[in-house]
């Protein structure tokens, strides 16, 4: 990876004296697929506003190599933007509306028109190029807003939730185009979405936002293997959280964790937020479906069952059931298990638990003193 | 109940439109019809001729009204544009919508007050205080003044209704788009928002031009009953007034019947042409 081509220094906002942002930083490097993941209302529209220009922060900075852009109009920051509407212009057909940006910069005709021709090219739009807009497809005015921001080629592309109004086929074909379009082009792209299957199956890295901070940034790996909060934990994938408190009257050469599950030692539960281990006592552990291990229990058995399955989903490649754990508690677990090794256990069946994780993260109780 | 299928009532029903349209049109046929009449008096037929058509083109006090009416309906239109659109402008953009929902009302609102109202108070506005206020100025704000001032208040009610219902398929997104793509203040109003809203100016302006043209109230008051400025409607209202009413009367009539339908239609036709922006299929 090359050296970073934005900074975000300590942005923050407000939007009717709300604070929208507070005090965000990370770094986007040079040709990177960089996400911005976040439930609505979070503020990851409001921060691509404020990196095109379109917004002032109420503090902080932004830097572009290394040099601050933050009082910069638009008009003068080598990005474009994808809205989340297209915002096309509906009066121009689809080349004018891709020549736009390279007229705007006062290129000699040739040039604007093979350039725009190519980016119709690019995203598969060329023989649409004297169409009007209105009679195009929501897909292929989708690509015209993409052919239009990347025309220009500018170093960054901002992309506003840009297939949020497609279909679900359609979305997941644009998503491997949009990468592999990037990927050509080598340009940057930050992405906003609410969607974390889609930021995972694009980004190279992501920042979580959660109403107004930055939870975590990171690549999707390290986002699900080792969430840096319970938000996190809970936003990306599906979360089993167990609750965990200091086992008593073990050895104390081997301290351990007890739930509902299983004793787990200190060893294997990664402190996440605190990294000291006498915060380790009370507090949950992250455990995702597909960690956890079923087996049916036989009503002979002399070995207590630790859970009774309540319903079952047939996903297709994966069964997932939902596990009561004992039989007086409330807490329940999914348990994703592969449909081609296991035969279907019926609801009520008594089962065992096991977690199979080398590391499982730990999030301590906010201690209240 | 209408039962439709039953071919009595159905020409029975064709018959009672005719009867409705013939009873609304038969007036202006009558009217037109006249105009072509040989004889000396409006109201008896006495064979076809154009010698009042000859008349009225060699009246100069006719040419004058109709110029006269041009003239205001021509400043009175770019007033009440100007006015409509900077309205406009602000109830798209506002942050208080609310705000711009009332004032919706309240620009439409004139539409249905009683014109000879409206011209009153025009003209105690203008006597008590734009006339003097002018000529404090140095300015003699004079019949000429009022009349365009008074048409442009009358017109204005339509003009923003219908560049409103322009503007609302006009989606303000793609301003920023322009922006990102570099372009300057000057080429987004040229090239983006002007291009489309260029129907609903075409149309507010042929509304207001007619409203104007129409206008006989607003004109007979501000321009004391006609004696200081004639314009066509007020020039019709004179000749009625002389012991014989002529044929020329019609003819005047006639064209400005048509001159401001002509207007009205063109209007309406613009303000009627789907916008290209409500076809897209995109999201909202």
Redesign the interface.
């Known amino acids: 990876m090359n050296g970073s081509l934005l900074s975000v220094r300590n942005i923050s906002a407000d939007l009717a004296n709300r604070a929208v942002l507070q005090n965000l930083s990370f770094d986007v490097a040079d040709g990177e697929f960089f996400s911005l993941l976040g439930p609505s209302g979070c503020g990851k529209t409001t921060l691509l506003k404020i990196v095109?220009?379109?917004l002032q922060p109420a503090s902080g900075e932004l830097l572009w190599n290394g040099r601050s852009i933050t009082g910069l109009?638009?008009?003068q920051r080598d990005?474009?933007?994808v809205?989340?509407?297209?915002?096309?212009?509906?009066?121009m057909n689809v080349f004018d509306n891709v020549a736009?940006?390279l007229r705007?910069?006062k290129l000699p005709p040739a040039e604007i028109s093979e350039r725009a021709h190519e980016a119709l090219e690019l995203v598969r739009m060329k023989p649409f190029a004297q169409r009007?807009?209105?009679e195009?497809?929501?897909g292929q005015?989708?690509r015209v807003a993409l052919a239009?921001a990347v025309a220009?080629r500018p170093k960054l592309v901002l992309l506003d939730e840009p297939l949020?109004?497609l279909d679900l086929q359609l979305r997941k074909q644009m998503q491997i185009e949009l990468k592999s379009l990037q990927r050509q082009l080598g340009m940057t792209f930050i992405y906003v979405t609410h969607d974390q299957e889609e930021a995972f199956a694009m980004s190279d890295r992501i920042a979580i936002l959660n109403q107004g901070r930055l939870e975590q940034e990171g690549s999707p790996e390290i986002l699900y293997k080792e969430p840096a909060s319970r938000f996190v934990a809970r936003f990306i994938g599906n979360a089993n959280f167990l609750n965990a408190a200091a086992a008593d009257g073990l050895k104390a050469n081997c301290p351990a964790l007890q739930t509902d599950v299983e004793i787990i030692p200190f060893a294997k539960a990664a402190a996440t937020a605190q990294p000291n281990q006498t915060a380790l006592t009370q507090g949950v552990l992250l455990v995702r479906p597909e960690q956890l291990e079923l087996s049916p229990c036989p009503p002979e058995s002399t070995v207590r069952a630790n859970g009774e399955v309540l319903m079952r989903q047939y996903l297709g490649a994966q069964i997932r059931y939902f596990v009561r754990l004992q039989d007086d508690s409330d807490s329940q677990v999914a348990v994703d298990v592969h449909s081609s090794e296991h035969s279907l256990l019926e609801n009520g069946s008594k089962v065992n638990l096991f977690i199979r994780a080398q590391r499982i993260p730990f999030y301590a109780d906010v201690q209240t003193p | 109940m209408v039962n439709s299928s039953n071919p009595m009532r159905k020409k029975l029903l064709l018959g009672w439109t005719v009867l409705s349209l013939a009873l609304l049109y038969t007036p202006v046929f009558m009217l037109v019809f006249y105009g072509f009449n040989a004889g000396q008096f409006a109201l008896r037929w006495e064979g076809f001729s154009l010698r009042w058509y000859a008349a009225a083109l060699s009246n100069e006090e006719m040419i004058l009204a109709l110029l006269n009416s041009l003239l205001i309906g021509l400043f009175s239109t770019v007033i009440s544009v100007a006015l409509a659109f900077t309205y406009c402008l602000w109830a798209q953009r506002t942050r208080f919508k609310r705000l711009a929902g009332t004032s919706d009302s309240l620009m439409s609102l004139p539409l249905f007050i009683p014109e000879i109202v409206l011209s009153i108070g025009l003209l105690v506005m203008i006597v008590r205080f734009l006339k003097p206020a002018f000529l404090e100025m140095g300015f003699n704000f004079d019949s000429l003044a009022a009349v365009i001032v008074g048409h442009a208040t009358l017109a204005v009610g339509y003009a923003s209704l219908v560049l409103r219902t322009r503007f609302n398929s006009y989606d303000i997104q793609q301003e920023l788009a322009a922006r990102d793509l570099g372009a300057g203040s000057r080429q987004i109003f040229l090239e983006i928002m002007l291009p489309q809203i260029m129907p609903g100016l075409a149309a507010a302006a042929c509304l207001s031009f007619a409203v104007s043209l129409d206008d006989f109230y607003v004109s007979y008051f501000l321009s004391t009953g006609g004696s200081a400025l004639k314009t066509l409607p007020l020039y019709i209202w004179s000749l009625q007034g002389r012991k014989a009413m002529t044929p020329e009367i019609n003819v005047v009539s006639s064209v400005l019947l048509i001159v401001a339908l002509l207007f009205f239609c063109t209007g309406l036709t613009l303000s009627r042409s789907r916008s290209s922006v409500e076809n897209l299929k995109g999201p909202t």
């Open positions: 095109a220009g379109f109009p638009p008009q990005l474009n933007l809205f989340q509407n297209y915002a096309l212009f509906p009066h736009f940006g705007m910069k009007r807009i209105n195009l497809s929501g005015q989708q239009r220009p949020g109004a």
